[in-house]
């Protein structure tokens, strides 16, 4: 059984935005594949507010920078949109991966970045395309990047009067670059990432133009090694720089963690799923 | 406690729903569709799926409320005692079940998948039933079994 609460339905973003403010002790559902779990484990709320009825913010949509995605657009809306695999192909991987079928059509984008798992599958890619979040409240919304918005494991910035409404992706196509998603898990199906990286690669003559990175499962958030994705610019696309780009990540791995049990296993996988990544 | 109205197996009802109630109680406490299974009640072992607008979804973890307006569909839908539907019978005939508690769940993630893809192959199968566990392991039977209705089911348009 579940705690009790009282729940209310919004059918508009104005609406849940009231509630959220209106009400006391009040949490946001979506898709409910994280939140009920949590519920059924004691987690408790005096109302939840259910936005998954908000036709605004579902689906994706073109708009002068590049595109946004709703924050309660389903994990398998999201790996089936031909407009998502032609234009964030690492995203689309992941979302296809993410649970099982009936928790791919029940999650949401936004529930998964709420969430904030150090081994959230959306992040990793969200991170290697820069994503921008709208956060919305009755005093206005504001804007900021997904790298800030995690703050801690299951942390986010986020207010409580505030609801996550859009996520942005500034750039439409990385044209030309190589991109994918890639992830470690005990299983196939219904598994959580043990590790997982996402990539967007631009090469050019041999040499890297521009390389972006997400890891995910290794530190207490995902991240992007940007001093080693400097360092890749404009280097030779040969084994010794790729060997030793991939010996510096592992290294800021060990730097933001510290050393842990499980990197017995971890580093040196990671190391040859880096290396193979950047060999392509 | 609020008055939810939605269509069951083809048919309109209308049932009072506490607040905090899943799907998954309101079709077996008060609907009487004990087809419906609790199984682990956090979403992974796929014994309480139910179709929501032909998709599968786990009903442990969906609210009754969510369902206002909605298409529900349990294994009831597919057929009966004195009309099995051909996955059902499939499901006989290949020696798919055993204890029979996932069976249900398993229909209906089958049934999601072949009103999609009429042909599927079994790498496409599996990945249809991975949310369904079965700890029979009639796995190759149960892929067989959707495999060979999906044939019988070709045949029949």
């Known amino acids: 059984m579940l705690p009790e609460f009282l729940s209310r339905t919004a059918k508009t973003k104005e609406e849940a935005l009231s509630y959220i403010t209106g009400l006391e002790d009040v949490k946001v559902l979506a898709g409910g594949t994280d939140l009920i779990v949590r519920m059924r484990k004691g987690e408790a ?27 309660t657009t389903t994990h398998n809306r999201l790996s089936n949109s031909q407009f998502i695999k032609m234009n964030a192909r690492s995203l689309s991987l ?13 999650g949401t984008i936004g529930g998964n970045l709420i969430n904030a798992s150090p081994a959230a599958d959306t992040i990793p890619p969200l991170l290697v395309h820069d994503a921008v979040l709208t956060l919305e409240s009755k005093g206005g919304e504001r804007k900021e990047e997904l790298e800030d918005f995690i703050i801690a494991p299951y942390k986010t910035s986020m207010k409580s009067d505030e609801l996550l409404t859009f996520i942005h992706i500034k750039r439409k196509r990385f044209k030309d670059y190589r991109e994918g998603y890639k992830r470690v898990t005990k299983r196939a199906a219904l598994a959580i990432s043990r590790l997982s990286v996402a990539w967007a690669i631009h090469e050019y003559e041999g040499l890297f133009h521009d390389v972006r990175l997400a890891i995910g499962s ?33 290294e800021e791995i060990k730097r933001i963690t510290g050393d842990r049990p499980s990197f017995i296993y971890k580093i040196p996988v990671l190391k040859d799923l880096l290396e193979n990544i950047l060999r392509g | 406690m609020v008055t939810i109205d939605f269509t069951l197996n083809g048919k309109r009802v209308t049932v009072d729903v506490n607040d905090n109630e899943t799907l998954l109680f309101t079709l077996r406490e008060k609907l009487s569709i004990k087809s419906v299974k609790e199984g682990c009640s956090i979403g992974e072992c796929g014994t309480c799926t139910v179709l929501i607008d032909d ?26 005692i004195i009309e099995l539907h051909p996955l059902q019978e499939a499901f006989i005939s290949c020696g798919a079940v055993q204890c029979g508690y996932c069976t249900p769940g398993m229909l209906l993630s089958a049934y999601s998948l072949l009103l999609k893809n009429k042909d599927p192959q079994d790498e496409e199968i599996k990945r249809a039933i991975s949310g369904n566990l079965c700890r029979c392991t009639g796995y190759i039977q149960i892929i067989e079994a959707i495999r060979y209705a999906a044939g019988i089911l070709k045949q029949n348009c």
Do not use: W
């Open chain 1, 45 to 71: 709320y005096k109302h939840l507010v259910d936005v998954m009825e908000v036709p605004e913010m579902k689906g994706i949509s073109c708009d002068e920078e590049g595109f946004k995605i709703g924050a």
């Open chain 1, 94 to 106: 992941a979302c296809g991966l993410i649970g099982s079928p009936q928790i791919r059509n029940m």
């Open chain 1, 218 to 250: 290794c530190t207490p958030m995902p991240f992007r090694p940007r001093i080693v994705e400097e360092f890749l610019k404009g280097n030779k696309k040969e084994e010794q720089i790729i060997i030793e780009s991939v010996k510096m990540i592992l």
């Open chain 2, 55 to 80: 998709e599968t979804h786990y009903s442990c973890l969906t609210l009754s409320s969510k369902v206002t307006g909605r298409d529900v569909k349990t294994v009831e839908y597919l057929g009966n």
